[in-house]
């Protein structure tokens, strides 16, 4: 198998529900949740029966996508002959309108994720996951974790209350930086702002094709904010961000800095530089052209070998088969994208 | 190199620009505390009149969100698109080694000094008593 020995740097473990991590909450919060009868946390970007949610041969029979452990180890790990998968549970902690909720609900998730998949697989790897509504709460959580190394990124949802460039989210930022984690951006959104810089669309369809608009709101937020010039060693992993819309947005991004400069004087590289030092994006989807030799002049365009990293993105019907990696891309990236380029993005790995 | 005599240094005065045509080139001559600076009047991105842009200083920051402005009149920004110049170089700010104007020698000479030496003065009429501009191409 091609990918062997590949670092999967986005796999989805799934959360069965508040059931399952009642045992990891408070006395408070196991009441809370009980009382309410409270469930259903999962984010709409994924609806269980979405053909994109799980591919169809990796559907969990009575279960939702990604809850069978077994199910993974073998069909994520096993047969992709994977040497690291790093798991991000998309479940509503980051999204619960109640920040002491959304907390105890990440805390949760943490605490499961470590326990249950951690511990039985010395290949797992995971993020933590944090309130994004509550940046306070999300660097406890983050202190609270930090220690455990097999913890080797900070995850949040794509979009927040804010563009991620404000002061409000450095705190993150710097414990980001302090325990040497990269922030990971997960397609997604806290689900109660419109999706689209332009309001609310009607269908599914257009809220996930129009999911990477935001990832360059929070580039351009990251970068003329100061964000990314007052944390140097910040690293930023796209992940479901798609891959080939960015070289245009670079070209564009560069372009009208050169004229508007002196409105950010902070920014001293251009942004296309920027987002090379601070960037990195799985690979799954890459939304790839057509023709398979058009692909490696898109990825030439992003100039730089060490951005992309793979993923299979599992459960998520991205591909079929063994196809994780697109044809048209350059033997050299495609060692770099399995291995080098994660082990240098994620610190950890290489412990 | 042929040394152009464009005008009496008294028509350009401190922070004062013009535009001169020698040998067909359009030349922006920039008077800086006395010194003169010539640049090629076309930008290097779409070929905006230089001369015609916002004289001014460099907004630089330290940290995020703080400006100050520093070298006041150095600094011309293109009228089309904004993109920034060092005048005293032609280098432009965002990427100096790679965008950059073409420059030009200018000196202010005295009319002594011309009447020796070999220059040409097309329009000028050069006196001895006067300082003129004289433009290197």
Not at chain 2, 9 to 36: H, T
Request: proline share 8%.
């Amino acid at each position: 198998m091609l990918t062997s020995g590949a670092i999967d740097c986005d796999i989805h473990p799934g959360v069965p529900g508040i059931k399952t991590l009642l045992p990891y909450m408070s006395a408070h919060w196991q009441s809370a949740f009980i009382e309410r009868g409270m469930d259903g946390f999962d984010p709409a970007s994924y609806p269980p029966n979405a053909p994109i949610s799980c591919r169809a041969d990796w559907r969990v029979s009575g279960g939702k996508p990604g809850t069978d452990f077994a199910q993974l180890q073998r069909q994520a790990l096993d047969h992709f002959g994977t040497r690291f998968a790093i798991c991000n549970p998309l479940y509503g902690g980051p999204m619960a309108v109640s920040e002491t909720m959304g907390a105890a609900i990440c805390s949760a998730t943490n605490d499961w994720i470590a326990a249950e998949w951690l511990a039985r697989d010395p290949r797992l790897r995971a993020s933590i996951v944090v309130p994004a509504q509550a940046p306070h709460l999300a660097v406890e959580e983050i202190e609270r974790l930090a220690s455990d190394q097999r913890f080797v990124q900070i995850l949040l949802p794509a979009a927040a209350e804010m563009p991620y460039g404000k002061r409000y989210y450095w705190p993150i930022y710097q414990a980001a930086e302090k325990y040497d984690l990269p922030i990971g951006l997960h397609t997604g959104s806290l689900f109660r702002h419109a999706p689209t810089s332009n309001g609310w669309p009607s269908q599914y369809l257009h809220d996930y094709v129009a999911a990477h608009q935001v990832f360059e709101d929070q580039l351009l937020s990251l970068i003329y904010e100061g964000a990314l010039t007052k944390f140097d060693r910040l690293r930023l992993v796209f992940l479901e961000s798609g891959v080939t819309w960015l070289p245009g947005f670079l070209w564009r991004a560069n372009k009208t800095w050169r004229g508007v400069r002196p409105e950010v004087p902070w920014v001293k590289a251009a942004p296309a530089e920027l987002v090379r030092h601070h960037v990195r994006l799985t690979m799954q989807p890459l939304d790839a052209p057509p023709d398979a030799a058009d692909l490696g002049f898109v990825l030439d365009q992003l100039g730089s070998d060490d951005m992309l990293l793979f993923a299979t993105d599992y459960p998520h019907w991205q591909f079929d088969g063994d196809a994780a990696l697109p044809a048209g891309i350059d033997a050299g990236l495609v060692r770099k994208m399995m291995v080098d380029n994660p082990l240098a993005t994620y610190a950890r790995l290489g412990k | 190199m042929t040394r152009h005599v464009v005008a009496a240094v008294r028509d350009l005065p401190p922070g004062g620009r013009k535009l001169f045509s020698v040998r067909g080139r359009p030349i922006a001559v920039f008077n800086l505390e006395g010194q003169f600076y010539g640049l090629l009047n076309r930008c290097p991105h779409q070929g905006g009149s230089l001369c015609e842009g916002l004289l001014t200083g460099l907004v630089l920051a330290d940290t995020p969100g703080e400006y100050r402005m520093e070298r006041a009149g150095e600094i011309i920004r293109c009228p089309w698109h904004g993109w920034e110049f060092d005048i005293r170089t032609g280098q432009s700010w965002c990427e100096p080694d790679k965008i950059a104007v073409r420059q030009f020698p200018v000196q202010a000479t005295s009319g002594q000094a011309l009447v020796q030496g070999p220059y040409v003065a097309e329009t000028i009429a050069v006196s001895v008593e006067e300082h003129y501009i004289v433009v290197e191409i």
